[in-house]
Structures are given as structure tokens and as C-alpha cells.
């Protein structure tokens, strides 16, 4: 692509936010950039570190200190690689906590608007439209139902060897889509201007093709 393009995927916890941007990304040959990724770093850095969330001075310390990159497919945190140690329940919930400190979403949508400026970028996650690229090319909102969203987090979660019930997993998305939506911050929302994507019962193929199709139309 001869200019700079951005999309702008966002929505709640389990639509397949991240699975679909990586997926277009690659069809359209865009870098993707998981901002969920980003504060679910953060979160593991606030936990192995001891900090308390609550404590300002030192979450803001600790924020001066980090460093965020993606590398291949990669996150890496302070020079290492996190890519299963953020991918937790435990790590889920944390960074729904972190994201609605001023100070970390200050930091890292500082990261991810410099991203923007120089390259082609697609990037998920719940207030991309809304807050961080507001003036993205193209913009999408996906959704799908609480238990669907379970359905999938839960098989996710069990692939992966971790030992959690469907009930919890729900539990857990219901709670989130409550702090994400109503957090006084830049809460998850609909941009005027995106298109909204009901993905419940659709296949991943299905919903890649529906976001490449509107890009390159």
C-alpha cells in the first residue's frame, strides 16, 4: 500500500478482537499491534513486581521504566518475551484493573499513536476508534454474546492446559464488559463512525473476509 492506512478493531473481552486483526493484518500486509497485549504486560509487571495498583507514584515509576515492543509475533516486556505468562485469566482481569489508571493508558496510547504515524497498522482493542486513532481510515466494532465469548475464552483457556470453569470464564467476561463500559476513562463504546459487527455464529474466515472486503472496496 503506497500511503499510510490504519484500521481500528474494538470491542469487548472474547469478540476475537486480536484472532480477526491478525488475520487481516496479514491478508492486507499491515503490522498489528495488540494493545490488549500491551496492558496485560503491564498488569503482569504490576503483579511480579508486587505494586499496588492503587499506589500513583509507585505505578508511575514503574511506568518510566517500561518498555513495550513487538517483535515477529512477539510481546516483549522489558527485553523479554510474555507471551504465555499474559495470556491468563488472572492476567485478564489485571489489565482490565491497569487500564483504567490514567497514567497507563497515558503511556502506552503515547506508544501506540507514534506507531501510527509512521506505518501501516491495524490495532484492536477497546478504545482504539474512540480515543487513540481517532482519525483511523477505517474503523469496525465487533461484538458477540456474553456466552459465546465465554464459549470461546473457555475452550481457549483449557488448550492451553490451564485448569477453569465455563461458569467462572463467563463470570469473569460479564464483569469485564461492566468495568470496561463504565470506567470514567475512555470507556469501551461504539465510534460514531465505525461499523458494528455482530460476530456471533460467524467463522473467523467470515469475518475476515466481511473487514478485508470493506478496506478494499
Do not use: C, W
Not at 85 to 98: D, L, P
Not at 128 to 144: H, P, R
Request: hydrophobic residues 40%; aromatic residues 6%; charged residues 35%.
Amino acid at each position: 500500500m503506497s500511503k499510510i492506512i490504519r484500521v481500528a478493531i474494538d470491542g469487548p473481552s472474547g469478540a476475537g478482537k486480536s484472532t480477526i486483526a491478525k488475520a487481516v493484518g496479514k491478508k492486507l500486509g499491515l503490522d498489528y499491534i495488540d494493545t490488549g497485549a500491551m496492558y496485560r504486560a503491564v498488569g503482569y509487571k504490576t503483579l511480579t513486581t508486587s505494586i499496588d495498583p492503587d499506589d500513583a507514584a509507585a505505578m508511575q515509576q514503574m511506568l518510566d521504566s517500561t518498555e513495550i515492543d513487538f517483535s515477529k509475533g512477539d510481546i516483549i516486556l522489558d527485553g523479554e518475551i510474555v507471551n504465555d505468562k499474559i495470556r491468563t485469566n488472572e492476567m485478564s482481569m489485571m489489565a482490565s484493573r491497569v487500564s483504567a489508571i490514567p497514567a497507563v493508558r497515558e503511556k502506552l496510547v503515547e506508544l501506540q499513536r507514534k506507531m501510527g504515524q509512521t506505518k501501516s497498522i491495524i490495532m484492536d482493542g477497546r478504545d482504539i476508534g474512540t480515543n487513540v486513532l481517532t482519525d483511523a481510515e477505517f474503523k469496525f466494532f465487533m461484538t458477540a454474546s456474553a456466552e459465546e465469548r465465554a464459549d470461546r475464552r473457555y475452550k481457549e483457556l483449557i488448550e492451553k492446559g490451564q485448569d477453569v470453569s465455563y461458569e467462572t470464564v463467563l463470570d469473569d467476561i460479564i464483569k469485564r464488559d461492566h468495568n470496561d463500559m463504565t470506567r470514567k476513562l475512555n470507556p469501551l463504546k461504539k465510534a460514531d463512525d465505525a461499523i458494528e459487527l455482530d460476530t456471533t455464529g460467524m467463522s473467523i474466515e467470515e469475518v475476515t473476509d466481511f473487514i478485508f472486503k470493506e478496506v478494499t472496496k
